[in-house]
């Protein structure tokens, strides 16, 4: 079996259009990434997942893939890209690209040819099925609103699409299909990439009989996840994907699973029958949605969090691998939401860094993350850029008539333009993300958090995530040790242990403004202090003690 790398990795995603631009038009790009790998290298990671790069419309920023083999003209050409990856490779970084292939964009010359007619070649390499009564097919709804499916005037039929209309999904039953995304992964990975995230690779085997959705919400269009989440062809599909491209190359994969239980976890990456390394699941970030889903957010509850997050911990352990992330492009940002954006938003963020770093799997760092960057709070929809938000607003305010004010505040929560806002590098006009004006406004609080600054200060977020990645290579116990919930219903104190052989490591850390009193079993006692955000706790563990706001602390037993 090849050299397990990327259970020891830090990952750092990108999100190429918010992270730097390079000349000026407001747009991030990879020229721009380029003039940042040293500050990559100074952080420490070891991989970069870049999110999409290639040709698109930009529906939805790069998930609506035109054509897979170029560059989108925004973020430069392939020569960027190969001096990109080839200053990623001289540093010792390794780069995963975004493999979206669940759906490609309507402008992709396979869906501009499908759509011409009932007979064309590629017709198939879509799903398309005729109406019911002047209706779609069935009541499934899309991820971004509406219903799934789009009707062709061309021949009367609806192409099924379980994201934008501009994103109809592909017919993985179509062989000629699989074997051009073979094709296209061949191609990337024979051009030096180290592996690939898997946009929502669990969605793209569907029930052939497309049934109606069991009615669950008073919606006019149902979810219909139990007919396409780990579909019936899924693991096939990713058998032959294995067989014919990745066991030829040491690639590392990571499949986006919505919906994933650890059952699924351990069968998806198990190293006997798995087919992914490792999954990026959702449920502990859902701890924040009501039952009204995604935009119903609610006060969270930390016993909650810890009985999913060890749930999935003690599963897992020697059976399966996961990521360990509280932060991407989709989600806004954690200090936000886990921590306190306020007057603690760098106890927080580093409380929340240390918590996650500590767990076993592998560590994701989304861009702005490593400085404690913050969700935005713009006051009207105009500013708002992600056609998941602005399809949401359309039908909430306009359709149905809701309070644009409580819309606006769900957007403030859940929002993914949250994350997007662009990456903040100085004080300086535009964050010094551009000099131009950038695609989606800066978040105003740049003048005080940003790289910068950061790198001119020891106690910065940034240097206290720069720790943790040097730790997880000092300690194997970080990587391997098994794992044990303490304290399991205090309210705000998240406790947990790792251990292998004779070391123990104890991570303590406090979710809340709240001082609190911790009293952990005798054993929990000496041992010398790894890390912490405040600069005068004990230096060694004593079993009674006090925990401050956000405090963190990790002892090595
Ligand atoms: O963002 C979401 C709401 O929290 C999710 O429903 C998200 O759409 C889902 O996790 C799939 O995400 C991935 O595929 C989408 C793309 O918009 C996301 O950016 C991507 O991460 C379609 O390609
Ligand atoms: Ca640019």
Redesign the pocket.
């Known amino acids: 079996m090849a050299e397990q790398w990327w259970k020891e990795s830090v990952v750092y995603q990108i999100y190429p259009r918010s992270f730097n631009d390079s000349n000026g038009d407001g747009i991030g790009d990879i020229k721009g990434i380029t003039e940042k790998l040293d500050y990559l290298k100074e952080l420490g990671i070891d991989v970069v997942w870049l999110s999409p790069v290639y040709q698109s419309p930009n529906d939805?920023n790069g998930?609506d893939i035109s054509d897979y083999r170029t560059i989108m003209d925004e973020f430069g050409t392939m020569d960027d890209w190969e001096e990109m990856l080839d200053g990623m490779h001289k540093r010792g970084i390794r780069l995963v690209m975004d493999l979206?292939v669940n759906?490609s964009s309507d402008e992709h010359a396979w869906f501009t040819e499908a759509r011409k007619s009932k007979d064309n070649p590629y017709r198939d390499y879509y799903m398309w099925h005729p109406g019911k009564d002047g209706q779609p097919p069935n009541n499934w709804g899309s991820?971004f609103g509406g219903s799934a499916w789009d009707y062709d005037e061309v021949s009367n039929e609806y192409f099924l699409h379980l994201?934008s209309n501009k994103?109809p999904d592909l017919n993985w039953e179509n062989k000629e299909l699989r074997q051009e995304i073979y094709d296209l992964m061949t191609f990337w990975l024979d051009k030096g990439v180290d592996g690939f995230r898997m946009?929502?690779i669990n969605l793209i085997s569907k029930d052939p009989q497309l049934p109606d959705a069991e009615i669950t919400s008073p919606e006019r269009y149902q979810w219909g996840g139990d007919y396409f989440v780990n579909g019936p062809k899924f693991m096939d599909y990713m058998k032959e994907m294995n067989e014919k491209v990745l066991q030829h190359y040491d690639a590392m994969t990571v499949g986006?699973m919505?919906m994933a239980t650890p059952e699924d976890g351990k069968r998806y990456t198990n190293e006997e029958s798995g087919i992914v390394n490792m999954l990026f699941q959702?449920e502990h970030m859902d701890v924040t949605s009501g039952p009204g889903g995604?935009w119903d957010q609610q006060p969270w509850k930390l016993t909650e969090l810890k009985r999913i997050i060890s749930k999935w911990q003690t599963e897992l352990h020697g059976k399966g691998w996961n990521s360990l992330y509280m932060e991407?492009?989709?989600?806004p940002r954690s200090v936000s939401v886990f921590g306190d954006d306020g007057t603690y938003r760098v106890e927080s963020a580093k409380m929340l860094a240390a918590w996650l770093h500590f767990l076993q799997g592998t560590p994701y760092i989304y861009q702005g993350q490593e400085l404690g960057m913050t969700n935005v709070y713009f006051d009207s929809i105009e500013e708002y850029e992600d056609i998941?938000t602005l399809n949401m607003y359309k039908e909430e305010v306009i359709e149905k008539g809701k309070n644009p004010q409580d819309v606006i505040e769900a957007i403030h929560k859940k929002g993914?333009d949250n994350a997007r806002t662009p990456m903040q590098w100085t004080n300086e006009v535009n964050a010094g993300f551009t000099t131009g004006t950038p695609w989606l406004k800066v978040n105003e609080n740049y003048q005080d958090l940003n790289a910068r600054k950061a790198l001119s200060d020891e106690n910065s977020v940034f240097y206290f995530y720069q720790k943790l990645i040097r730790m997880r290579k000092e300690y194997p116990v970080i990587i391997h040790g098994d794992y044990q919930l303490l304290l399991e219903n205090h309210e705000n104190l998240f406790v947990y242990s790792r251990s292998s052989n004779d070391t123990t490591l104890l991570l303590a850390a406090n979710f809340s403004k709240e001082t609190c009193p911790m009293t952990l079993p005798e054993k929990f006692n000496g041992g010398e202090i790894l890390i912490t955000n405040y600069s005068d706790a004990p230096k060694s563990l004593d079993h009674h003690s006090t925990m401050r706001p956000y405090e963190v602390r990790a002892y090595l037993l």
């Open positions: 939805d998930y979206v759906h991820f994201f994103q946009d929502v986006e919505p959702f995604k991407n492009h989709d989600q998941e993914r």
